[in-house]
């Protein structure tokens, strides 16, 4: 099975949970570098995390399988940040 290709600045969503960041499966990001696994450790891409409003929350790495680009048949939401 091919991996849905991701383009770099664009808007992604999570298929996971990471509770160590606050974030939970359908949270919106934007894929903004890649970083190579160590050995036999899958690559990773980093995400900036932002509000509501577009401000920056947060930067951080998850593994390439834990993104999913975004399509026509996703339908946004708002939880709070404070709620995870």
Do not use: W
Not at 13 to 25: A, E, G, M
Not at 45 to 64: C, D, H, M, Q, R
């Amino acid at each position: 099975m091919t991996e849905p290709t991701v383009q770099l600045y664009s808007q992604v969503c999570l298929n996971r949970n990471f509770p160590n960041y606050q974030l939970k499966q359908g949270d919106i990001a934007r894929f903004i570098d890649t970083v190579p696994g160590p050995d036999g450790i899958e690559d990773g891409y980093v995400l900036e995390i932002f509000n509501a409003l577009g401000e920056s929350l947060n930067t951080v790495v998850v593994p390439k399988s834990a993104v999913s680009p975004l399509n026509s048949t996703h339908i946004l939401s708002v939880r709070s940040l404070a709620s995870t």
